[in-house]
């Protein structure tokens, strides 16, 4: 998943769904590097939401299957021939929850499996509603264990496992205003270099924290909402990050609704990252100062641990048929340069990135 290109998704209190839904979605992504077609992604989705025993039992299901297709760089922002690659990914989830008077407790198993990796993973969370349901405490423990196995054969059956924490709390602050905060910690222990990328060497270990901060205000005049949030994180690699963002959802008739977003992207490297500087008298991509006969013990020419800024722009469209059916899209242009970053020390040699994403979704409700 590519840093900065995830948005926030609305603040909300919890609550019990008011009907089953079936909905299909389709994304489109493609990205690419001057002069350059990167990577290209076509990943339908199927969604059921359903009670199970009784209307406090709810069950909430989903299917994925990527076709990933294209080239990434071996090193920075260079492409060689051994780098084309197409994969196919398919993933699920499957997430029960019981609701009770001011009270919610859920858990869910999840799963993805490709040609070189698998995962499985598992939650657990537990939400608490105030007397007068304006105020929500949440909760959340998470575990995965994943296995890799890349068909350069670079490395064999290597594990990760990550577990997480988190702790949140929604707020009804006004009739128009809807507060939220949420803090994680994961901490990881593995395998996290990229086998297929030139001397990539990182870690075993990598702990995460991420603080996120969520406001929506309602405008009554006009029926708009407002989703605005920050988010930012810091990790033992090095890596701290922010993001910015804001939907502005607009209602232009009974049955539409216009949601156009912004988003905003800032990145530090990572502390074993090194510039996109080459020895001639080593060859690339080995960087200046590289001793083959004592490398580092942690490198990386990965453009994602980079320092970098990046910019988002979107619109999404919401058609409400009937009280049964809904028709949504929506299409992001993203773009990543090293000068973007916000405190001026963005990484050297690195060629722009550019990103276009499309999606369609259709919800049957019963």
Known sequence: MLPGVMGASPARAESKPESASVSLRTLTYKDSQPGLDRISIISPSFQVVTPLFDEDWWLNGTLVADSVS???????????????MTERRQAGD???????????????IAGSKERDYSSVAGSFDLRWASDDQNTELSVSLGSSNDLINPVNDLVFNQKRRTNQVSLGVTKVASRA???????????????????????????????QTVLMLRWNHHFVDGGSTLR??????????GVQSHTLQAEWVVPVSSSVKVVPA???????????????IYDP????????????NNPPR???????????????????????????????GKIEAYEQRSNWAWDGAGSTGLAPFRAYSAQIGLTRRF
């Open 298 to 328: 942690f490198i990386s020419l990965d453009q994602r641990l980079s320092s970098f800024g990046a910019a988002a722009v979107g619109l999404g469209l919401v058609y409400t048929i009937d009280r049964d059916w809904t028709v949504d």
């Open 281 to 292: 008298a080593l060859g690339e991509p080995f960087p200046v100062g590289y001793d083959r």
């Open 70 to 84: 294209g080239a990434t760089p071996r090193y920075h922002t260079a492409i060689s021939g051994a780098s084309r």
């Open 228 to 237: 605005s949030s920050y988010r930012a994180t810091q990790d033992s690699f």
């Open 94 to 108: 499957v997430r029960v929850t019981r609701y009770f008077e001011r009270v919610s407790v859920g858990g869910g």
């Open 262 to 276: 912004l988003r905003a992207y800032t990145q530090t490297a990572a502390e074993f990252y090194r510039e996109a």
């Open 177 to 207: 205003d809807v507060l939220q905060a949420s803090i994680s910690y994961s901490d990881g222990r593995g395998y996290y270099s990229d086998p297929y990328k030139a001397l990539d060497e990182r870690p075993r270990e990598r702990q």
